[in-house]
């Protein structure tokens, strides 16, 4: 029996008679790994080594609402050093049996915020400590590290997640004398690792996933990506991309891998190469500099950011000073106030809409960013309306559908909702706009790149989660943190039905 079983012994109790497990628990194979770990919130089993000990513990705690295995371990990739924290994405038993542990990501995210160097993979768990040889077979399987308890401890119950802090290596050993230090190390690591635990257990539950729907890629920002794309396999790498092809750090890091680079400014790209322009457009400056340096120029702009271009030159064309509703430092207002500098003024709120000044208040257009909250543009518009009472504009019409579809959809669920999550980065608009609606409807939400960004903390008290993404941010990251928050707990998802959105743009001449 256990220290941390004997403390749940209930008086009037048979002696020796453990009171079923509830919570989640913390399980820590050795003396030492528990008496590092037992500031943990959920109290710390010591649960013995090796696979018989592991083996009756998980029996004792069987029906646990979650069990989180702590401990340390042998590296196996050489990308894991000693001092490293693995978190598993599964458990591998001597069978071959693979125990899947799908909350890692968000585990990881947590541990890397402490400032731990942290690697998620596949963990062997082994009867005896492996050495020599077989170390370097099980390493062949693509495993990270290798225990001798994680496999056995998960039959306790589900959720299941490991924390294991790397001691030794093929290259650093345990014979070694500096393995002491090592192990000492690896402690403080485990150590270290007590708040990422604490937030592990607290947000284990049983929850409800609504999916806004629509949601993610939009038209233009799949038609930004197809055509980098294209430029790849037609003019083989490198293809240049003046800025963020559309802002989202997944799809740029993904288009890096095949060849991309991405540039600030057309003066970086080596004349006589092929530059692709990002989605959010650019000013005809842009595009003449990249003239006078021979480049081979592809427009990713979005059709719907080059109809407001069209928009501003015509009101300019006509010596109209143009009211360019949206964010100042925004790539595409930066675009668009380009296409007639002299002309346009850019609001981005209420009050500085309210004390604009035109050079003639007759001659007064307005335009919009694109991927604005309509009802905030809306509102910026009705104090332009008041003021300029021959102002002519697109009413909201600038905002594409995308933007607006997604806030729809996230107005549609938040009643249903106790927390919204939005995929997608930060310096994404329409993201954060999505955000915003959400706070606007009652209901708190956060911005999170992918699931290893969500606050584990924060799920404590979230039974209801809504989940959408922006126009730039992937499909597949919806799915990896829907998955994510069903290692938390058991998951009921629901999708309420939507139109779909019958968008598509053709292509430039360059990769068609
Ligand atoms: S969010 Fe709208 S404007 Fe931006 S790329 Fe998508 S469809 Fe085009």
Redesign the pocket.
């Known amino acids: 029996m256990t220290d941390q079983l004997r403390r749940t012994d209930a008086p009037g109790r048979a002696r020796g008679q453990a009171r079923p497990v509830t919570g989640p628990v913390v399980c820590a194979p050795m003396h030492v790994e528990r008496l590092v770990t037992r500031a943990a919130d959920a109290g710390v089993v010591h649960t013995g080594m090796g696979p018989d000990r592991s083996i009756r513990a998980a029996a004792r705690l069987r029906g646990a609402a979650g069990v989180l295995v702590v401990g340390v371990a042998g590296g196996l990739d050489p990308i894991v050093r000693p001092g490293d924290v693995v978190v598993a994405s599964e458990v591998r038993g001597p069978d071959g049996d693979a125990i899947p542990s799908p909350s890692a990501p968000m585990l990881a995210g947590e541990l890397r915020r402490l400032g731990l160097t942290v690697h998620v993979g596949p963990i062997e768990s082994r009867p005896r400590i492996v050495t020599g040889a077989a170390r370097k077979k099980l390493a062949a399987g693509g495993a990270l590290a290798v225990d001798t308890e994680s496999y056995w401890l998960a039959q306790a119950g589900k959720p299941f997640a490991v924390v294991r802090s790397i001691v030794d290596t093929a290259a650093a050993p345990l014979i070694r004398p500096a393995a002491l230090a090592r192990g000492a190390r690896a402690l403080r690591m485990l150590r270290a690792a007590v708040p990422a635990i604490d937030a592990w257990t607290s947000a284990v539950r049983d929850r409800s996933v609504v999916l806004a729907n629509p949601r993610s890629f ?4 799949e038609r ?1 990506i197809d055509i980098v794309d294209r430029a790849l396999d037609r003019f083989g790498a490198p293809v240049y991309v003046r800025r963020q092809i ?1 802002h989202n750090a997944h799809v740029v890091t993904e288009l890096e891998q095949r060849g991309a680079v991405f540039v600030t400014e057309v003066d970086e790209v080596p004349p006589g190469s092929v530059l692709v322009l990002a ?1 959010h457009g650019v000013a005809p400056a842009v595009r003449a500099e990249a003239q006078a340096r021979r480049l081979t120029v592809i427009d990713a702009t ?4 080059a109809k407001v271009h069209t928009e501003v030159r015509r009101y300019a064309s006509r010596d109209e000073t143009v009211i360019l509703i949206g964010h100042a430092d925004h790539e595409e207002v930066e675009g668009t106030v380009g296409e007639a500098p002299e002309h346009v003024i850019v609001v981005g709120d209420v009050a500085e809409a309210a004390r604009v000044t035109p050079r003639d208040a007759t001659r007064v257009a307005y335009a919009m960013q ?2 604005l909250a309509v009802d905030e543009a809306d509102e910026i518009a009705d104090v332009l309306r008041d003021r300029f009472p021959s102002l002519r504009g697109p009413g909201s019409d600038d905002i ?4 607006t579809n997604r806030q729809q959809a996230v107005r549609a669920i938040a009643a249903d909702c106790d927390l919204m999550l939005v995929v997608g980065s930060p310096n994404s608009s ?1 993201s954060l706009r999505l955000v915003e609606v959400a706070e606007r409807e009652g209901v708190p939400a956060r911005l999170v790149d992918d699931a290893g960004k969500v606050d584990l903390r924060l799920l404590a008290g979230a039974v209801r989660i809504g989940v959408t993404a922006g ?2 941010a992937p499909p597949h990251l919806v799915d990896e943190l829907v998955t994510t928050l069903g290692g938390l707990g058991s998951l009921a998802v629901r999708e309420p039905s939507a139109p779909p959105e019958n ?1 598509h743009f053709t292509l430039p001449k360059e990769v068609s």
């Open positions: 939009c038209a233009g920002v930004a559309v989605a979005c059709p719907l950011v694109t991927t594409c559908y995308a933007t329409n126009a730039s968008f």
